[in-house]
């Protein structure tokens, strides 16, 4: 289990903003909401008996972490490859020798973005409780 400390920010809706301090592991993902000051936030479900200020542990199974961090960068990597792929196969099919880097290279690139796009909409339409932290201590 991975675990953080961080401090209630605001509490609206059942939901709770937990300002956590980035730490070196993060290096510079920002798939967060990142703040200043090198501070992160982060929704939680909120329980009862939480009120804004407070300090917390929040859990996360690294089961989870590495499952969100494959999904984060394995997918975008392998969408990257097919997209080189179907860059070399379009150019050679229109017979173009000149510029067939250049096409796989922007291939490859427009599919990345379209699986990072593909991701963002993944994650809002199906967030997993198993991906989401955990209040575990007040």
């Not at 542990?57 to 690294?62: G, M, Q, T, V």
């Not at 000149?98 to 990345?112: K, P, R, V, W, Y």
Request: aromatic share 10%; hydrophobic share 45%; net charge positive.
């Amino acid at each position: 289990m991975m675990v953080e400390k961080g401090c209630v920010a605001n509490i609206k809706d059942g939901k709770a903003k937990v300002e956590l301090l980035r730490n070196d592991m993060c290096g510079k993902c920002h798939a967060c909401d990142m703040g200043s000051n090198n501070r992160m936030m982060v929704e939680v479900d909120a329980i009862d008996e939480l009120k804004v200020g407070d300090n917390v542990l929040l859990e996360i199974k690294e089961t989870s972490m590495l499952k969100a961090t494959m999904i984060m960068y394995g997918i975008p990597l392998l969408f990257f490859f097919v997209g080189v792929f179907v860059g070399y196969a379009i150019a050679n099919m229109f017979g173009i020798d000149n510029f067939s880097q250049m096409i796989e290279a922007i291939s490859g690139l427009l599919f990345t973005a379209i699986s990072f796009i593909g991701i963002k909409y993944y994650s809002k339409k199906v967030i997993n409780k198993e991906y989401k932290p955990v209040i575990k201590k007040i």
